[in-house]
């Protein structure tokens, strides 16, 4: 489904925990066959982050960004590894956006179960849990993931370190192939 979308805007909820405190936000998310990205960080815990803007192609090296505030006039290109655009638990966002999450988790050979279902907003969700296999971050000993039943859209994730949710996101609005502007992937 999400290889047949011309395009997808969402708003998305996160959590993070690293060693020492848990991290949230609200994202907006662009996303453009063949995948360029575009994150705009609506809210978050870490205030640097409030009002950012990051662009990027999908899997890719390099992210183009930036700042909210006053440190807005200014964009940058920046490294994926660089610490100005990697999560608290140092996850690259090329690792973690969608688009990336989809292919991921849809590659030959994972193991996968179905445990359960749910409702996100009112759409019919089924919870699928995956043992991963060359995960990026090799502490990941089981990820959870929200498959909408009628869309067949990811619309939740969670990953753990054994029994501990360590990250989360949900996709609490969708809008599948909207009319973008023509400056919609600008930073």
Known sequence: AFQNLQSIQTMVSTMEKDSSTIGT?????????????????????????????????????????RAGGVLGIVSLTLSSTDSKVISSRKYQVTQIDLASTMKRITRPGQQTKAIGKTQ????????????????????????????????????????????????AMKVEQITMNPPLAANAFEI
Do not use: C, W
């Open 25 to 65: 936000g609200k994202i907006k998310f662009l996303f453009k066959q063949p995948s360029q990205v575009k994150i705009e960080v609506l809210q978050s815990t870490r205030s640097e982050q409030k009002g950012a803007k990051l662009g990027f192609q999908s899997g890719g090296n390099q992210v183009k960004a």
């Open 120 to 167: 996100i907003g009112s759409d019919n969700v089924i919870i699928i849990e995956i043992i991963p296999q060359g995960h990026f971050d090799p502490k990941i000993t089981k990820e959870r993931i929200g498959i909408d039943m009628n869309t067949f859209m990811l619309r939740s994730q969670e990953m753990y370190e054994g029994d501990m949710m360590v990250y």
